[in-house]
């Protein structure tokens, strides 16, 4: 603990955004990062616990407070060291973690957490900057080869971990990139892509092969890939959307967010739209129906494509603007919560089921709604429409594509439709196939999909070889 009076010298103080009329204009990043002296102080505020709730706050275990006396004692080096034994992508859940570890910073009992996310974010570009971060390519090879299917955050976190314990491994990805929901989910706004580029960089100099454009259990057997490596993790993620079963969803205008949100990252990255009609938001009236994340990065693009105006609609009630501390700390609390493409100009409503969309010649033209009590029964009386040109179904995801490959190596499910496999041993119900992120633990975040990326490649490593002194 570098400064033991920090946190009763300094406030809170944590990076700021581009004003939103200026953001809007284009996709790129809009995070103003802090200075170095800031970084520090902030840093400096750590109060380093006995208990160190933080650590069991953030999915990866990241060492929050051993790195926050590092930095606050300028050693960034010994910093990025300690960071990337616990996240192989900090650059990643730097930018867009919804950072658990805050809400369970003992300093968050009076809502004053450490600025933890930024200062994992500014090691980790610190040391890309200084060329700090290089291939660690391992000195020794074990002749085993492992197979990935799905090149998502979940993948390529076992990836690394492998083919540092001297695998061979190769990635099989569908598409034409590797990052799965980073590269094609997630707005270029908050997070460009080059980072992801740049790690693929250093996973091939690593000795990860990546096979783009390949489907696994569609354009390549799984039985092909079983027989030729050790082991198979599959990774492939939970991409079954939810649905919206009212009538008037077949209606041209009406699509998940999965359509929209893809074809916006291929124009950002020059990259074929595909097959699809373009789904545009200029000049419309979008509706997003879903609250979540995903709903959100629905509502930033449909800014940035120029929509007249966006509404996003919630089923669950309006959570309250402040938790109980005593009831929740250090979990994570519901409570009211904007993001920043919210705050960009969304009209947001809550406690509302949408009954129908209607349209005019096949096209949508409004969405007809009703209020829902705490029980999501309707209450008589509240229904209204509201004009709808673009309905965006943002509603979650239920679990992984069972065609094909799922299906070929018939694996057991769970009770959500996910692939079944603990996280103890991460195999599945099939010999030599494990599972991981996604698809294993159902829809989740970045930073929960590393870390079963890396426990899973732990397994492996010790299932190949009956021995591994990979990190859990
Ligand atoms: C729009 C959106 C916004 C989000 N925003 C955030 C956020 O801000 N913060 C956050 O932490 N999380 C966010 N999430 C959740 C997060 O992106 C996921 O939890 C995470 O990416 C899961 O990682 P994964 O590696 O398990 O799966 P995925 O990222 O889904 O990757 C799976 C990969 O497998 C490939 N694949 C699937 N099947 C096959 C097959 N048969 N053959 C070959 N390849 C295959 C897919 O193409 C994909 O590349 C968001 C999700 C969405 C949809
Ligand atoms: S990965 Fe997420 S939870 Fe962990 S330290 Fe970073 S921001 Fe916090």
Request: aromatic fraction near 6%; proline fraction near 6%; charged fraction near 25%.
């Amino acid at each position: 603990m570098g400064k033991p009076t920090g946190f009763l010298e300094l406030d809170r103080q944590d990076r700021t955004y581009l004003p939103k009329e200026e953001r809007v204009q284009n996709f790129r990043e809009f995070i103003v990062p802090m200075d170095e002296p800031d970084l520090k102080a902030q840093a400096s505020r750590c109060m380093d616990c006995g208990v160190p709730y933080c650590h069991n706050g953030c999915p990866v275990n990241n060492q929050i407070p051993d790195w926050n006396d590092l930095v606050y004692m300028g050693d960034w080096q010994a910093a990025l060291t300690n960071l990337h034994s616990t996240n192989n992508f900090p650059e990643f859940t730097g930018r867009i973690c919804p950072a658990p570890c805050e809400a369970s910073c003992t300093l968050n009992i009076d809502d004053n957490p450490v600025t933890i996310k930024s200062v994992e974010c500014a090691i980790v570009d610190k040391g890309w900057e200084e060329g700090w971060i290089v291939p660690q390519v391992p000195s020794h090879k074990t002749g085993k080869s492992i197979g990935i299917i799905g090149a998502g955050p979940a993948g390529m976190a076992a990836a690394q971990q492998l083919a540092r314990a001297g695998h061979d491994v190769h990635i099989y990805e569908k598409h034409a990139k590797a990052g799965g929901l980073l590269r094609y989910g997630i707005p270029d706004f908050k997070m460009e892509k080059h980072g992801i580029d740049r790690r693929v960089a250093q996973m091939q100099a690593e000795g990860v092969t990546f096979h783009y454009d390949t489907h696994v259990g569609v354009t390549v057997t799984a039985a092909e890939l079983e027989a030729k490596h050790d082991a198979l993790i599959l990774s492939g993620g939970s991409e079954v959307p939810r649905d919206l079963p009212v009538p008037g969803r077949e209606l041209d205008g009406v699509h998940y967010a999965m359509d929209f949100l893809p074809q916006q990252n291929r124009r950002v990255g020059q990259e074929p739209i595909g097959e699809m009609e373009p789904i545009l938001a200029e000049d419309k009236h979008v509706i997003v129906i879903g609250g979540g994340d995903t709903g959100s990065d629905c509502i930033g693009t449909s800014f940035r494509q120029g929509a007249l105006s966006v509404t996003q609609l919630e089923i669950m009630p309006m959570p309250p603007e402040k938790e109980n501390k005593g009831l929740t700390w250090p979990d994570w609390p519901l409570k009211m919560r904007t993001s920043t493409s919210q705050e960009e100009g969304a009209i947001r409503d809550f406690s509302v089921m949408t009954t129908e969309v209607v349209g005019e010649d096949g096209k949508v033209t409004a969405i007809k709604c009703t209020k829902v009590d705490e029980n999501m029964a309707p209450i008589a009386g509240s229904e209204f429409e509201l004009q709808a040109d673009l309905v965006l179904l943002a509603m979650g995801f239920i679990h992984p594509v069972h065609d094909g490959l799922v299906e070929e190596l018939a694996l057991e499910k769970d009770g959500r439709g996910n692939v079944a496999a603990d996280t103890a041993t991460y195999e599945s119900s099939r010999e030599k196939v494990f599972a991981c992120g996604d698809m294993r633990r159902g829809q989740s975040l970045v930073v929960w999909a590393i870390r079963e990326g890396r426990q899973c490649a732990r397994e492996v490593d010790f299932f190949l070889m009956g021995e591994t002194v990979l990190p859990r």
